[in-house]
């Protein structure tokens, strides 16, 4: 079966969002450039700023000379030897700057410029936590300071201790100076991305690009956080008009996913891609991220043409692109297309997944027998992985072969004891050929696994709802005393289960009992609609017709193939004296199609969501950049 199968990609290790906005924080002061003396007047400029011309100029060795000089004469002076510090740190003399900051910090123990220039020197050299403990001493004895809180905010975050970053960089107020304010709210967008709030990053990338509103860096960067958080509208306003001046790959892919995601006009995005300007290894990427873009989003045939022109410019020597291009011509529906593509690649070699994927195309080509042929074989070729064994066992389900499927899903539950989604299967299985006891048997072994999702009490209870010789005592007492974290589902169908239990039994006084508990899962679960239309069953059965009236017009709007509902809507209608509206639903009632078998809707609904519901097989790994441009 093709249900439940996605592609994979490697992650390339581009730097994420975080590290892109920590990298982007100075941590040393930039110092004004300026005009290295020469004239007279120039040597009045201070010592400190004639050092730093020197420095700059090239002349490291007689900028140390003039400050050292300067220091002979006035030791304690703090700006001549913190300007000696910076110069040797500048200059890769790490030993020499640190005792130059240590002993200007010794000679002044509470200046916050001490204090401040040995941090920055520490974060400069990566010992942050070195950093750390001088800027949290410093704050100690500053605790209003703001730079030494942003500071040490900036060094928390670099040692990934983000819940303190955050804590301090709360108590800081965004600075007036433009360039300063940036910084802060980059820094703050940071340390939200690391304590993974990926909407709180994009709020402050959004206050840094408000203060440069045409900064197109920052732009994208606001873009990429709005994806990474979800905020589409938000990232395709930013992302939109930056591709539309300076269109690139980067750019142009994330504004294909921000209008996918909003359900825009993508097709003119897909032609501008396609038509860049790029080198082959470049244009070949740009297709293949594309492609897996379109997939996600179930474009299958935008996709398939991706991967064509990927294949294209590999001159066709990739197995793993024909894999991916006969799965997206599978989703796109071209069957005949997927066939030939597969064949051509099962020339090559064979695998599970191509074996598996053969099934799934076989299947839709209508030719049942070669489909489970072909499944038979992915799990001859890969006896361990459970999946191939659920896809034979649910084809065999879908196509009415019960005890093949029984065997198969006996045999895969010795091999994968701790599997719920097998044990749904061989309840399933079960089932069908009238098992009920080991059916139900079945099931509440896979609820015990799996309790949580309280997905086989959903299979028990619609199973036994089906059972044509009604629920059995010990279904319904594990259903009623399932004590899974999914309430709703338990409550509805311990309702539906004593609701057709009292039905069969002609127990209306029971039913009565049983309607409170109906109306609470109809209001747990508004859009469940086997809640929904138990109620107005057992209200049209007990005669409450207006009450009745209100649930079953809910129910045939949930179900308008279903024969029995509109049946008894028309009964309700014709009790209130609505004489035309009953005529509509009995025509209704016929015309409904009333040929479903419930039990093949049960085994496609087991297809379908044991695996997934997904369009598309399980895709290989192409090994490729992902699609995802904060990585």
Known sequence: MGYGKNWMFINDGRPSVRKLLLAAIPILAAITAVVFPSSAEDLQIPVTVRANQLARAGHPDEAVRLLLDAL???PADLEKRLALAEIYAKNMQSDRAEAEFR????????????????????AGVGSWDAAEQVLDDALHLHPQLSDLR????????????????????RLVPPPADPSERIQYFRLAASIHSGLGD?????????KALQVTPHDEQLQLLAAVTEA??????????????????????????LLLRAQLATHGEFETTIRSLRALNLPADQKFEVRIRSAETLAAAEKHLEAAEDLAEALRIKDGADDTLLYNL?????????????????????????SAEIEDLSGDIEEQRGDFSAAVHSHEKAVLLAPQEERYRLSLGAELLEYQAYAPAVSVFQQASELFPNSARIFVGLGMADYFLEKYDESVSAFLRADKLDGESGRAIGYLGATQLESPTGPTPAAVQAVCAHAGSNRAKSLTWCGVLLFRKAYLEGNQAAALDI??????????APNNSVAICSLGRALEWTEQLTDARHWLEICVRMRPNSAED??????????LGLTKAAAEQLDLTDKSNTGNDPRQDIAKKFAREMFGQSVSPTKLQLGGPSTDPTN
């Open 515 to 524: 309607i409170p508990q109906l109306r609470a899962a109809a209001k747990l």
């Open 228 to 253: 990474e958080a979800g905020e589409w509208k938000a990232c395709l306003k930013n992302i939109a008009p930056l591709y539309n001046t300076h269109p690139g790959a980067e750019s142009g892919l």
């Open 72 to 74: 002979a004469a006035h």
């Open 566 to 575: 509109h049946y008894r809507l028309s009964r309700v209608y014709r009790g």
């Open 326 to 350: 006969a799965v997206e011509q599978y989703g796109a529906g071209q069957f005949d297309k997927a066939f030939a593509t597969l064949d051509s690649l099962r020339a090559q070699n064979t």
């Open 198 to 206: 990926s909407h709180g990053a994009a709020h402050f990338v959004e």
């Open 103 to 122: 002993k200007a910090l010794r000679q002044h123990p509470a200046s916050p410029a001490a204090e401040m220039a040995l941090g920055r020197f520490y």
């Open 150 to 169: 942003e500071q040490l905010a900036l060094v928390l975050a670099r040692e990934h201790k983000y819940k303190e970053a955050a804590d301090n960089i």
